[in-house]
């Protein structure tokens, strides 16, 4: 197991968001996690800590928002998921990671400000696509494999739609539910479920519920207004944190 203090004081608050996020707003924090404990240990580690926390999320997520989630988008992005996540497990030790942080934070950040910019005007909503679906969830497969950062491409897809806002995260809860089971055969192919990833894991587990029903309350406090308010500010600060760490990372 880790012993190091110095992880656990970035991992504890880094689980707690992304548990909150994953929760009540959709994921757009999600992308957080890893970089912050990438200060302390490799990006690989970081990432299979990660994933058995986030499937005891994703299991509460799916009691929570049951019966509450887009099928016909669903139709439309689980393919494209698994492409993505093929593609994932083939460029994990091929592709520079900076480079895919720094692609995904511009693109966030541009649909966010590009959202700002709009917001004066009367709000368009966007109706489901094949073509960007199929895109949008293609790369959220493929960065959520390499990096847990697959929130804001499937956001890019879905929020432009203005579902309501438990449909919205209801959507994203099961999106990601079935991508992070898909995760595991491959991740254990790589080698990377060791005793000490595992174990660490283990202690950091009541995080995952803390998180998930601190979320859960505050999606039932906040309006549908202020709730599409938050998630393009997720999103920001998620591709915001993405861009930066890709810059250094190639700098």
């Known amino acids: 197991m880790i012993d190091d203090p110095f992880f656990y004081a970035l991992a504890i608050p880094a689980f707690i968001t992304v548990g909150v996020s994953k929760g009540g707003f959709g994921s757009g924090l999600g992308s957080l996690a890893v970089p912050l404990m990438a200060l302390a ?8 800590i990660m994933l058995p926390l986030l499937m005891v999320m994703d299991a509460i997520g799916l009691w929570a928002y049951r019966a509450r989630w887009d099928r016909a988008n669903m139709k439309i992005i689980l393919p494209g998921a698994c492409l993505g996540l093929y593609l994932g497990y083939l460029a994990f030790r091929l592709l520079p990671e900076a480079f895919i942080r720094l692609l ?3 693109i966030a950040l541009g649909f966010a400000l590009n959202y700002w910019r709009r917001r004066g005007g009367p709000a368009a909503e966007a109706a489901r696509s094949w073509p960007k679906g199929s895109f949008w969830a ?24 203005r579902l309501d806002k438990t449909l ?47 979320g859960i309350w505050l999606h039932d ?21 993405l861009a930066w760490d890709g810059v250094a990372g190639l700098v």
Do not use: D
Not at 179 to 199: C, D, I, M, R, Y
């Open 168 to 214: 919205y995260v209801g959507t994203t809860v099961v999106f990601f539910a079935i991508v992070n089971a898909l995760k595991v055969p491959p991740f254990w192919w790589l080698g990377q479920f060791t005793a000490e990833n595992l174990s660490t894991a283990a202690v950091l587990l009541p995080l995952a519920p803390l998180g998930m029903w601190l």
């Open 41 to 48: 240990i490799p990006v690989p580690q970081a990432a299979a």
């Open 221 to 241: 406090k906040v309006s549908e207004a202020a709730f599409y308010r938050w998630a393009y500010a997720l999103m920001f600060v998620a591709g915001l944190k």
């Open 104 to 106: 995904i934070g511009v």
């Open 138 to 161: 293609a790369v959220a497969g493929l960065v959520s494999f390499i990096a847990n950062a697959g929130g804001p491409p499937l956001a890019i897809y879905l929020l432009p739609q």
